[in-house]
């Protein structure tokens, strides 16, 4: 069992995460910044914590991070303004791993997207590219960090079911439900054979935790 930090405990990803979490016996915190959302949160099994990370400071998220043994980001801006996208996905993400370094929490699960890296070839012009750029810069801060880190790259995300089968092989982004996306969060606090990789998935025909292995 572990104690589990989930920054943005009300995204589709999460809520679909955190009764697996729980199934597997751990302790699940969901953080999100909507008190209206408390309900629809704690249904899961998780604990509720209203916070708003994009305008935490580095010791105000080591001081939420710090009672438990693994944080998992799954936040996002959600498109917009290239300023709030920097400030939630690139800002308070980086903030949020120097929180864990600080707290001395090491295990770090980010969820990203398929595409991410620095060289991502996204046109500055593109309404895409703040995002982009705020997640290659997150993600390498998290690889550079000294934790135990797993960055986890979906492709495109569906509302379909669940499959519990991944692709992890496939150097093209395709399509994976939020379903499996969840899936693979659980099964990656796991297996310990997950820290320090990359993981860029999408369907495909592999059961989920021989993809990981």
């Not at 305008?55 to 709030?84: I, M, N, Q, Y």
């Not at 801060?141 to 496939?170: E, F, M, N, Q």
């Not at 899936?183 to 369907?203: E, M, N, P």
């Amino acid at each position: 069992m572990a104690r589990i930090l989930l920054i943005g405990g009300h995204g589709k990803v999460a809520l679909l995460a955190e009764p697996l979490l729980i199934a597997d016996g751990h302790q699940v915190t969901a953080v999100f910044r909507n008190p209206e959302h408390e309900s629809e949160v704690a249904v899961t099994g998780a604990t509720p914590l209203v916070a708003d990370v994009e305008t935490l400071t580095t010791r105000e998220l080591a001081d939420l991070v710090r009672a438990h043994d693994a944080v998992v980001w799954s936040a996002g801006a959600g498109g917009g303004s290239p300023k709030r996208t920097y400030a939630v996905d690139r800002d308070a993400a980086i903030r949020s791993v120097d929180a864990a370094v600080a707290a001395g929490v090491r295990r770090y699960v980010m969820v990203s997207y398929f595409g991410a890296r620095t060289k991502h070839g996204v046109d500055p012009e593109h309404p895409f590219f703040a995002y982009a750029e705020a997640k290659a810069a997150a993600d390498e801060h998290l690889r550079r960090s000294g934790l135990d880190w797993t960055v986890l790259g979906p492709g495109t995300l569906t509302s379909d079911p669940p499959t519990g089968r991944i692709d992890v092989t496939a150097t093209e982004s395709g399509t994976v439900s939020r379903a499996d996306v969840a899936d693979v969060i659980a099964t990656a606090l796991r297996q310990t054979a997950t820290v320090g990789r990359t993981i860029r998935f999408s369907s495909g025909l592999t059961p989920i935790a021989v993809a990981l292995t």
